[in-house]
């Protein structure tokens, strides 16, 4: 039983030995096992890489059948953008224990992925004079650009600003802001960047508070029109500094900033002021100017009138007891005339127009002297003195006598006075044939007196001896004095002479007088290119200017201000573009003991035109006028007195040229710095904020000097510098970026 056993088992081994070489001899007879890979592809990477059995999947094929080759062994060989090959290896054993394999190769390319979705910050408005401006500090989503992630993308991002300064109200930043993409990089073009600019406006919002003058109220003597002198209105400077600028729609005024003086029209003119703030932000108010007509008509009288008393006989005894005689104003009139034809007149002897006439008696008898008021339609009046004599001839009223005279003259001769002065450049070089005018202000009168020589038939009557009454007539000859008075505006002008003098003789004591002064000449004369290089140089602040000489003289336009406009108008000028610089005034005749707390306070307060003399009680020796030419700011030093505060092209601060590079820069940059002398020198470095981020001391030499200055690379923006030296300091902007 067991030896049938063992033969059994023997022939199952031999079954299966042979089976075993039976198949080594078919596999290597014409049924080997192959494998089946899927094709390499090639992919971006935004294409589906979670799932690669999309890209197909490995077989083999044994004895005419296809099978699965199982799951691939998976290697990813991808860089940070995404990018690469992923590699997939199927392995798969045969009955004989060989191991077959294959690969599928997946490239993975992030070219073509397309731009990315940026969302970049809108632009943003900042109240304030200096409000914070870093990216960290402002508000999303106006603060830094973002985006939307992909696998294809690894982006950066930077900015850098530029700064465009409108004035202490009003800031416009551009930045601008760039991201790059790291996964992009292409060798003829670089790494792909992407910009956008963002605008941040910092404007002071908070209006200026404004403060109109009060209703202005003149008077016109000329039946036209009055000029109008108003100080000018001068905004307080708000917390960002600066100026304001200040305009008026007047269609009179001189000028068409914050001054609205000019000649008006009878009339209210509503005039508006605008104050312009922020970023074109305007604050307005409006004042009325009212020209009121104050032209008086003018009396002319006769001056001396005699009439006599008739008798009152109130008891009828015969013997009168008193006197009376009725006189009407207008008797004293002798052509009155109204300047501005406001016709009829009214003549009275007082202000109240009804007082027409009045009664004299014995308390007048002698001489009166009286008003005689002419009022026009309008309401305006002027009045002049006349004499009227009050006779007690043929009445033979009793005790009706003339009051005692002061003994004192009652007439004294007017006391006379004279004006001198001169007129001087301001190097005292004398001015000739400027004209000169003395105007009194108030009105005046002049007198004509003439004498009349007639007789007359008096009827007389008599007692004779009989007791009878007779009558007889008696020649009697009468002598009238006429005084005529008449109101003016009296002025005269003289010119100077060739040693810049003038002189008015017998001017009237006690009386308010104005003193004035104008020239012309050769518009060119005395102007050329050294004063519009030193214009240049005050509005670029390399120069200083220390006297209000020159400030008028270079405010070209009149605007009261000095900047580019009134640098191009001269150029022009000198270079017979234009044949004569704007406004009325060429020369400016000012009193010479003016005097300005600041120099610069000459563009916005009224001009010393006009010399005051309140009152004309002794000689006036020293009536003196400066003469300062627009456009005429150098002055020749050498004729210069020594007590001038003029600012001199000899005596500026030795030459100094700043120059940097790189700008802008990383963490360094050098200044070269050229000067004429050797000295000391102080840099000071700002950010916008005026905090102070650098501050060094250092030696120049007479020469060219370079600078190398390090700053901290915390710290990027926008700077200023400042360097001080020799007491003048000179400005410029930094940018410094990472």
């Known amino acids: 039983m067991r030896t049938k056993m063992y033969t059994i088992r023997g022939i199952v081994i031999i079954f299966f030995t042979l089976l075993f070489f039976n198949g080594k001899a078919n596999t290597s007879s014409g049924w080997p096992l192959i494998m089946n890979c899927p094709p390499d592809v090639y992919v971006s990477c935004t294409d589906e890489l979670w799932n690669l059995s999309c890209y197909g999947n490995a077989t083999y094929t044994y004895n005419g059948c296809t099978y699965s080759a199982g799951n691939p062994s998976v290697q990813y060989n991808l860089n940070s953008c995404n990018a690469g090959t992923i590699t997939r290896t199927w392995m798969v054993e045969d009955y004989n224990w060989n191991w077959y394999s294959c690969t599928q190769t997946i490239y993975v390319s992030s070219t073509g992925s397309g731009a990315p979705v940026i969302y970049w910050p809108a632009d943003i408005e900042l109240n304030g004079c200096n409000p914070d401006i870093n990216p960290y500090h402002l508000p999303d989503p106006d603060n830094y650009p973002t985006w939307d992630y992909t696998e294809c993308n690894m982006l950066g991002k930077s900015y850098s600003d530029m700064e465009f300064y409108v004035n202490s109200q009003c800031r416009k930043i551009m930045r601008t802001w760039k991201v790059m993409d790291w996964c992009d990089y292409s060798p003829q073009y670089g790494y792909k960047i992407y910009t956008q600019v963002q605008i941040i406006y910092i404007k002071n919002n908070t209006p200026p508070v404004v403060n109109c003058p009060a209703e202005i109220t003149v008077n016109a003597f000329n039946c036209k029109n009055a000029e109008v002198t108003v100080d000018p209105l001068i905004v307080d400077q708000s917390s960002c500094g600066g100026y304001f600028d200040i305009s008026n729609n007047s269609p009179y005024s001189y000028k068409k900033g914050n001054d609205i003086s000019g000649i008006y029209p009878i009339g209210t003119t509503k005039v508006t002021y605008t104050v312009k703030y922020s970023c074109g932000k305007s604050k307005t108010c409006t004042v009325n100017v009212v020209v009121k007509n104050a032209s008086k008509p003018t009396p002319y009288c006769l001056g001396y009138l005699t009439t006599a008393l008739m008798p009152v006989d109130a008891d009828k005894d015969g013997i009168p007891e008193d006197g009376m005689v009725e006189v009407f104003a207008k008797t004293f009139d002798k052509g009155s005339f109204s ?4 016709y009829p007149l009214k003549f009275s002897f007082s202000k109240d127009v009804n007082e027409t006439s009045r009664i004299f008696t014995c308390e007048n008898v002698g001489k009166n002297v009286i008003q005689m008021w002419v009022t026009d339609s309008k309401g305006a009046q002027e009045f002049c003195e006349v004499e009227l004599i009050i006779q007690n001839n043929g009445a033979r009223i009793p005790n009706c006598e003339p009051k005692p005279v002061d003994p004192v003259d009652p007439d004294p001769i007017d006391t006379t006075y004279h004006i001198k002065g001169n007129v001087l450049t301001l190097t005292d070089t004398p001015l000739k044939d400027a004209t000169i005018t003395a105007r009194y202000r108030d009105s005046l009168y002049s007198y004509i007196i003439t004498y009349d020589t007639t007789e007359t038939l008096v009827l007389d009557s008599f007692i004779n001896a009989s007791g009878y009454k007779l009558y007889r007539y008696e020649k009697k000859t009468v002598i009238t004095e006429h005084k005529d008075s008449t109101f003016q505006i009296l002025y005269t002008s003289v010119k100077t002479d060739s040693l810049g003098r003038f002189q008015f003789d017998s001017l009237t004591y006690n009386k308010a007088i104005e003193v004035s002064g104008s020239y012309e000449n050769d518009p060119h004369k005395f102007i050329d290119r050294n004063d519009l290089e030193l214009l240049n140089d005050f509005i670029s602040g390399k120069v200083k ?17 000095i900047n580019l406009d009134d640098s191009q108008i001269l150029e022009d000028f000198i270079d017979g573009k234009i044949n004569k610089l704007p406004g009325d005034n060429q020369w400016y005749l000012l009193d010479q003991n003016a005097r300005y707390t600041n120099p610069e306070d000459v563009l916005i307060q009224p001009l010393p035109f006009i010399i005051q003399i309140d009152s004309l009680n002794k000689n006036l020796d020293s009536i003196n006028f400066v003469a300062i030419k627009k456009g005429n700011i150098s002055v020749d030093p050498g004729s210069l007195k020594e007590d001038s505060h003029v600012f001199l092209r000899s005596h500026l601060t030795p030459s100094i040229l700043i120059t940097t590079h790189p700008n802008p820069f990383v963490n360094s940059l050098t200044f070269d710095i050229e000067t004429n002398v050797s000295q000391s020198a102080r840099l000071s470095i700002l950010n916008m904020a005026g ?11 007479k020469g060219q000097n370079n600078i190398h200055v390090d700053v901290d690379n915390n710290i990027t923006g926008m ?6 030296i020799d007491g003048h300091t000179y400005n410029g902007k930094l940018t410094k970026i990472k």
Do not use: P, R
């Not at 300047?339 to 406001?342: F, Q, V």
């Not at 905090?691 to 030499?701: D, H, M």
């Not at 700077?719 to 001080?724: I, N, R, S, T």
């Open 691 to 701: 905090q102070l981020v650098l501050q060094s001391q250092f030696e120049l030499t």
């Open 545 to 561: 200017f220390f006297s209000y000489h020159q400030f008028l003289a270079s405010d070209i336009n009149e605007d009261g201000f």
């Open 339 to 342: 300047n501005c034809k406001n």
């Open 719 to 724: 700077f200023m510098y400042q360097w001080l």
